[in-house]
T-cell receptor, first 113, second 116 residues
Framework: QKEVEQDPGPLSVPEGAIVSLNCTYS??????FMWYRQYSRKGPELLMY????GNKEDGRFTAQVDKSSKYISLFIRDSQPSDSATYLC?????????????FGKGTLLTVNP | DAGVIQSPRHEVTEMGQEVTLRCKPI?????LFWYRQTMMRGLELLIY????????DSGMPEDRFSAKMPNASFSTLKIQPSEPRDSAVYFC??????????????FGEGSRLTVL
């Protein structure tokens, strides 16, 4: 079993839809949870960051972490064609110098106008 | 500010040839990571450095792979000899250790390697 599991999709939705992306993980030591967005032929860029359990909202994006279930989610409201990209979950342990990130395989999202 | 700079952007080579990928991290960043991305395996960590010292190379697949960081502004990933299964996009990323840092990694645009 991989440390981080993510459904690769692809996921295709109409413009304006609510999108739900999810990851599960097995390593209880993970404390920091992130979502990266990767456009075609580009490097990943940080979209959302959450520490430990809870919710975080930023505009149309909401990140949720449930450490008891080892499950994290990203919700996109009012999805736009510009949201079409691959979304990768990423996580790391605690500690002041542990910056090693473990990534999910990514979910390819297409938002159709 | 310039981001992470990688070269070459694209490389096509024949099996058995030596490949060298280069990375210039963001100035002031003291962590540097090399990742490999394929459709089958996703984004995998190969090796990372802290203050130019290799910290964890457990992701380096074989002895054919080697990485160096001779100074704070330059790193190389070398494959010798290359094989078709090494075809992938290789990303370099950097970050800076500091209190309150989320640990966000800043990625380059990648080097797309095709080994024929």
């Amino acid at each position: 079993q991989k440390e981080v599991e993510q459904d690769p999709g692809p996921l295709s939705v109409p413009e304006g839809a609510i999108v739900s992306l999810n990851c599960t993980y097995s390593n209880s030591a993970f404390q920091y949870f992130m979502w990266y967005r990767q456009y075609s032929r580009k490097g990943p860029e940080l979209l959302m960051y959450t520490y430990s359990s809870g919710n975080k909202e930023d505009g149309r994006f909401t990140a949720q972490v449930d450490k008891s279930s080892k499950y994290i989610s990203l919700f996109i409201r009012d999805s736009q064609p510009s949201d079409s990209a691959t979304y990768l979950c990423a996580m790391r342990g605690g500690g002041g110098s542990n910056y090693k990130l473990t990534f999910g395989k990514g979910t390819l999202l297409t938002v159709n106008p | 500010d310039a981001g992470v700079i990688q070269s070459p952007r694209h490389e096509v080579t024949e099996m058995g040839q030596e490949v060298t990928l280069r990375c210039k991290p963001i100035s002031g960043h003291d962590y540097l990571f090399w990742y490999r991305q394929t459709m089958m395996r996703g984004l995998e960590l190969l090796i990372y450095f802290n203050n130019n010292v290799p910290i964890d190379d457990s992701g380096m697949p074989e002895d054919r792979f080697s990485a160096k960081m001779p100074n704070a502004s330059f790193s190389t990933l070398k494959i010798q000899p290359s094989e078709p299964r090494d075809s992938a996009v290789y990303f370099c990323a950097s970050t800076r250790a500091r209190a309150g840092n989320t640990g966000e990694l800043f990625f380059g645009e990648g080097s797309r390697l095709t080994v024929l």
